[in-house]
């Protein structure tokens, strides 16, 4: 069965600096992909970044990037100079390839220090 | 184009009373789901449906019935409300392969 774990339920990070957000997952399939979703105190969830378990490059979105580690099966999350705009929860979530059912982690909160 | 639109935004229910949750999508998605949001525990998967007239269960469906008449409408109806589904309800639609696009969420409170 799949399984999403993000083990951080809270980070803190300085403005300015870079952050890795954690994500591992549990798949016996070889063809899935990976999501990051923002959720804002507002509720809304924004999707932020993909990745594919057969792309060859890590996913790269303006200030987002993907660090795809497929034997370690992590796919932790890395914002680069955080702004306070980034306080928010962060979702890590999966689905295979082809699949119907897309499966999410607990979440991290991140919070932005000024 | 309104994305994924629902309604209403908040409600209140007494246990036992019944609702319907609207959701419509105006981006001619095939896939629309059905997540609930608590504390603690991400978003888990109620209902979804792959096409209009077709549906099927997720990983929380007692107590929740779907119907999909068409290919904009996902309503998600709360047959007898308990105190165990005051939670927040997002729907989300997508293509075949791409990500979900959600609508706004709508908190419910069953007292």
């Known amino acids: 069965a799949q399984k999403i774990t993000q083990t951080q339920p809270g980070m803190f990070v300085q403005e300015k600096e870079a952050v890795t957000l954690d994500c591992t997952y549990d798949?016996?399939?070889?063809?899935?992909?990976l999501f990051w979703y923002k959720q804002p105190s507002s509720g809304e969830m924004i999707f932020l970044i993909y990745q594919g378990s057969y792309d060859e490059q890590n996913a790269t979105e303006g200030r987002y990037s993907l660090n795809f580690q497929k034997a370690r099966k992590s796919a932790n999350l890395v914002i680069s100079a955080s702004q306070l705009g980034d306080s928010a929860m962060y979702f890590c979530a999966m689905r295979y390839t082809g699949g119907f059912k897309t499966i999410f982690g607990a979440g991290t909160r991140l919070f932005v220090k000024a | 184009n309104a994305g994924v639109t629902q309604t209403p935004k908040f409600q209140v229910l007494k246990t036992g009373q019944s609702m319907t949750l609207q959701c419509a999508q105006d981006?001619?998605?095939?896939?629309m789901s059905w997540y609930r949001q608590d504390p603690g525990m991400g978003l888990r998967l109620i209902h979804y449906s792959v096409g209009a007239g077709i549906t099927d269960q997720g990983e929380v469906p007692n107590g929740y019935n779907v119907s999909r008449s068409t290919t904009e409408d996902f309503p998600l109806r709360l047959l007898s409300a308990a105190p165990s589904q005051t939670s927040v309800y997002f729907c989300?639609?997508?293509?075949?392969?791409?990500?979900?696009?959600f609508g706004p969420g709508t908190r419910l409170t069953v007292l």
């Open positions: 798949t016996s399939d070889q063809s899935y992909g």
């Open positions: 981006m001619n998605h095939e896939y």
């Open positions: 989300a639609s997508r293509r075949t392969s791409d990500e979900q696009f």
